[in-house]
């Protein structure tokens, strides 16, 4: 299983960015997505996820109101929309993928399968 992220790169404060996930599941396999990052010398972060199935979203409290999270169905990808970024955000991101019911969707050892990450910078 692969997933691959793209999009990541620096921005201005203030800036926007979109991550894309690309999954080599089949849609009938996956149960949710979800975004986490890891900056230098902190643990891995949730940022959102997604429940696959009926797109209901979840966020971390430090991304509500400036994050949102979507899914293309047909292509298998995630996206993650980030707006209004904060140098806080700087991050590498990674995408990870469960197949099974999550009891939390923040639990990043819940999901078994994860990308090689994306670098976002933001500058102020």
């Known amino acids: 299983v692969q997933l691959v992220e793209s999009g990541g790169g620096l921005v201005q404060a203030g800036g926007s960015l979109r991550l894309s996930c690309a999954v080599s599941l089949r849609s009938s396999s996956i149960y949710a997505l979800g975004w986490f990052r890891q900056a230098p010398g902190k643990e891995r972060e949730f940022v959102a996820a997604?429940?696959?199935?009926?797109?209901?979203?979840y966020f971390a409290d430090s991304v509500k109101g400036r994050f949102a999270i979507s899914r293309d169905n047909a292509k298998i990808i995630v996206y993650l929309e980030m707006n209004k970024l904060e140098p806080e955000d700087t991050a590498v991101y990674h995408c990870?993928?469960?197949?099974?019911?999550?009891?939390?969707?923040?639990?990043?050892?819940?999901?078994?399968?994860w990308g090689q990450g994306t670098l976002v910078t933001v500058s102020s």
């Open positions: 990870a993928a469960a197949r099974f019911i999550l009891p939390s969707y923040s639990d990043y050892t819940r999901y078994e399968f």
């Open positions: 997604i429940n696959w199935i009926n797109e209901k979203p």
